[in-house]
């Protein structure tokens, strides 16, 4: 499991007034007091807006950036006192073209990178004619990568990621110019790592469809700090977007109106009323969704209703409520 | 570790020849013959094809050419070998590699150690190549005992390792590469008795050739190859030797250390 307390990372950044002039010192907090768990078998989603701290709080915990302070264990190993023996557990898979040597093959580049984590030869052939297999690039594994589309670097990142078959993924940005179908089958993938091989993942992404279909637990970061967590639905529902239902019908009679309003009173939902040339529209707004509450009380009154929808809530705005909310 | 330093050294060896097949090696080696040149129209047509007695006291009655080609080739040698090492964690930030060499638990030493093999290995294709055009520029090299050179060769890749070392803690920490690395070699040219005795130059310089192990290495090399001797008749030289490399080493490493997590503020803050 990996877990962390209360890590803080402060950036001390120059700050140049002229040439002549000495520089200042600005302090930068990229995280403050983050703590987190992510538990083999879940996909834990950490998101926030660029700047948020989502990028140093995943270089800290693959142990490449040592935090200002706060601690973080990887199965029970301290990450900052032992940055070489967690380094063998994670990997970290990041979006873009970059973290490859464009001058070798795919196949070199898998090679290189098995030795420098130690896996072994024979192991570690058999892992890259798989992992070439699943990233798609079985034609073009024999050619230099910088003859490659960015969809093909981008996929070979992720073949790279995957080379020390770590406990545990942090995917920043994962699906970063990834084509449709290829950003299916990883999404796939690393859902079967999670809960077919008891991998723990961290996910950043800004495609918010990403998190609601992968994450167990999202922890929304703003300026460095956790602000929220909890389950996508969860978050959802502390960011109290409510659910719309809008009704259709020919006329609304007052004893119907009427009705309405006091089933809206009991749930604490609003109701709007609007004419048009078709008849009458009925908005309730409320946190739950009273959709069969509203049928069985037109049915009742006799009404035909012609229309129903149901406006649920979007994760996208309940993040960017609760961030705002801060 | 050694898995790490085959993996470096071999990935070093194909970028290299598919980025530049043949141009690398023969600019290196054009410089060196150049040098070689100069050395010998110095001597054929300024000094006329003599040294002062001084010469001779200092160099144990070399022959000027053959000293001064042997200082260019050797000199091109630690140029080349300390140049790639040390550029080698810079080459990584411009190619942007850094971040996943680093998220690796692979062995730092194994990984320069492994840039320095492949490098000792074209180096050592480039001094043989400017000795040759030495010997048919005139040089004579009287001595070449096989064994012996060998382990001046063998000591001289310690040296020069951990002064590539030392060099890539400077780069790293001044981002700087250009100017550390020709600062460094136009001192090395200067003070380390490439093509002059270091005893020619001021006393209170000479120290200064002192503090750098090329002048020792360089020194037994001659030593070796003009006048026979074998290395163990030069215990106070292979001290110097050993001495300054444990130094520079020790030094380089806790630097370099410094240096990356500095680095890594820098480029991620």
């Known amino acids: 499991m990996v877990q962390s307390d209360r890590l803080c990372k402060v950036y001390r950044v120059k700050e140049k007034k002229g040439l002549f002039k000495p520089a200042s010192i600005k302090e930068v ?63 970290v898979i990041t979006g873009g073209e970059r973290n490859i040597y464009w001058r070798l093959t795919a196949r070199e580049n898998l090679e290189y990178f098995g ?64 084509d449709i179908a290829i950003a299916k089958e990883l999404r796939a993938y690393v859902r079967d790592l999670a809960k077919e091989h008891e991998r723990g993942i961290l996910l950043t992404t800004h495609y918010i469809t990403e998190v609601e279909e992968l994450c167990d637990t999202v922890y929304l970061i703003n300026e460095g700090r956790v602000i929220k967590t909890g389950s996508p639905r969860e978050l959802i529902q502390l960011a109290q977007m409510g659910v719309g239902v809008r009704v259709h019908v020919d006329a609304l009679p007052a004893a119907a109106e009427g009705s309405i309003q006091a089933l ?27 959709s069969t509450h509203c049928m069985k009380l037109l049915t009742d009154e006799g009404l035909l209703v012609k229309k129903l929808e149901i406006t649920e809530p979007k994760m996208e705005d309940a993040l960017m409520k609760l961030t705002m909310e801060g | 570790m050694f898995r790490v330093l085959l993996a470096t050294a071999k990935r070093n060896f194909i970028v290299s020849r598919r980025a530049y097949p043949w141009s690398f090696f023969v600019g290196r080696v054009i410089t060196g013959a150049y040098t070689v040149l100069i050395s010998l129209f110095l001597y054929a047509y300024l000094f006329q ?6 010469f001779s006291t200092y160099t144990d009655h070399a022959d000027y050419l053959a000293f001064a080609i042997l200082g260019a080739a050797f000199f091109t040698f630690a140029i080349a070998s300390i140049m790639n090492v ?33 490098q000792i290995l074209r180096a050592t294709l480039e001094l043989a190549v400017i000795l040759l055009i030495g010997w048919v520029a005139g040089a004579r090299f009287p001595y070449l005992h096989p064994v012996q050179i060998l382990m001046v060769w063998v000591i001289s890749i310690f040296a020069l390792f951990s002064m590539s070392i030392t060099l890539a803690a400077l780069m790293l920490s001044t981002r700087d590469t250009y100017i550390s690395q020709n600062t460094l070699f136009i001192l090395m040219s200067l003070l380390c008795g490439v093509t002059f005795p270091i005893q020619y130059l001021p006393a209170w310089v000479q ?58 503020q820098k480029i991620f803050g």
């Open chain 1, 29 to 91: 907090v990229a995280a403050k007091d983050l703590s987190l768990t992510i538990e083999p078998g879940h996909i834990v989603g950490l998101l926030g807006v660029n700047g948020a701290g989502k990028t140093t709080t995943i270089r800290m915990l693959a142990g490449i950036l040592e935090p200002t302070s706060g601690t973080f264990t990887i199965d029970g190993i301290d990450g900052v006192k032992h940055p070489r023996e967690i380094k063998k557990k994670v990997n």
């Open chain 1, 115 to 178: 030795a420098l984590y130690g896996v072994p030869k024979a192991l570690l052939k058999e892992r890259i004619a798989a992992l070439i297999d699943l990233v798609g690039l079985d034609d073009s594994a024999d050619v230099p990568v910088e003859k490659y589309s960015k969809g093909m670097k981008q996929r070979l990142q992720i073949a790279r990621g995957l080379i020390n078959d770590p406990q545990y993924l942090f995917l920043d940005e994962p699906t970063l110019g990834l």
């Open chain 1, 264 to 290: 809206a009173a009991r749930y604490d939902a609003s109701v709007e009323t609007a004419q048009d040339e078709q008849g009458v529209s009925i908005l309730i707004h409320g946190t739950e969704n009273l």
């Open chain 2, 49 to 54: 094809g003599q040294t002062n007695s001084l």
């Open chain 2, 86 to 118: 040390s550029r080698t964690l810079m080459v990584e930030v411009w190619e942007g590699t850094l971040e996943t060499l680093l998220l690796s638990p692979s062995s730092r030493l194994g990984y320069m150690l492994g840039s320095l093999l492949e």
């Open chain 2, 207 to 264: 120290p200064l050739s002192h503090a750098v192990p090329f002048t020792a290495v360089l020194d037994l090399f001659r030593k070796v190859i003009l006048q026979g001797h074998t290395i163990g008749e030069h215990p106070g030289l292979l001290i110097e030797i050993f001495a300054l490399s444990a130094v520079y080493l020790t030094v380089g490493f806790l630097w370099l250390h410094r240096s990356e997590r500095r680095f890594l």
